[in-house]
């Protein structure tokens, strides 16, 4: 009972410890939160992080299998950013409109500009700092993964552009619709 004297013991530690953790993780969501509104900036930083990481691989001339399965794991986070959130082709899932009658429905992405950035970066840091660990180099002669790769990305775009020109989406807002109005006819009368 003697080391139990004041209070000072493993279990006081480790509070201390869960909520300095917790005091952490809620100062970096509330920066993360404040930086939703500034999405140009987000992207700048996420390049920066990009040309770092780039400039690692190219100083160290390695890590080409880490680079691979970054690009595989952006791929599938491009995917889900063009993709909408219910799929059309999946019975009983609302319609995307068709014609100009039909009601106007916003494309909702099923993974949201936010979570994208979010999760690229994340992806980026996690690269870079696999590229100070020798055991993720593993030798490999990278132009076949550079071609590997190309077929994947020109494969899997091919299919989503014809997914979107089949159900008639566009995964981009070009600002907002505009009302046009009736189209005047020009009446022609020969007098």
């Known amino acids: 009972m003697a080391g139990v004297v004041g209070g000072e ?3 006081s530690a480790a509070t201390s410890l869960h909520q300095r ?23 700048i930083g996420t390049f920066i992080l ?27 986070l491009l995917i889900g950013f063009l993709s909408p959130l ?3 082709e999946v019975e009983g899932g609302p319609m995307l409109p ?33 590229t100070f660990f020798s055991m993720f180099d593993v030798p490999v002669f990278w132009p076949i993964l550079l071609f590997y790769w190309l077929v994947l990305f020109v494969l899997t775009m091919k299919r ?6 089949k159900y008639k989406y566009l995964p981009f807002n070009i600002g907002k619709q505009k009302y046009k109005g009736k189209k005047p006819t020009a009446s022609h009368s020969d007098d």
């Open 21 to 43: 953790r917790h005091e952490m993780s809620k100062l970096f969501q509330y920066y993360l939160d404040k930086s939703t509104p500034h999405a140009v900036y987000r992207w």
């Open 160 to 165: 989503q552009i014809a997914h979107m020109i």
């Open 86 to 88: 219910v799929d059309p």
């Open 50 to 76: 990009l040309s770092l990481y780039a400039l690692r691989c190219y100083y160290v001339k390695g890590f080409y299998i880490v680079t691979y399965g970054l690009g595989i794991y952006l791929l599938n």
């Open 98 to 130: 068709t014609k100009g009658s039909d009601e106007f429905k916003p494309f909702i992405r099923r993974l949201p500009e936010f979570k994208f950035w979010y999760a690229i970066t994340k992806a980026f840091c996690v690269a870079f700092v696999m």
């Open 9 to 11: 013991g493993p279990s």
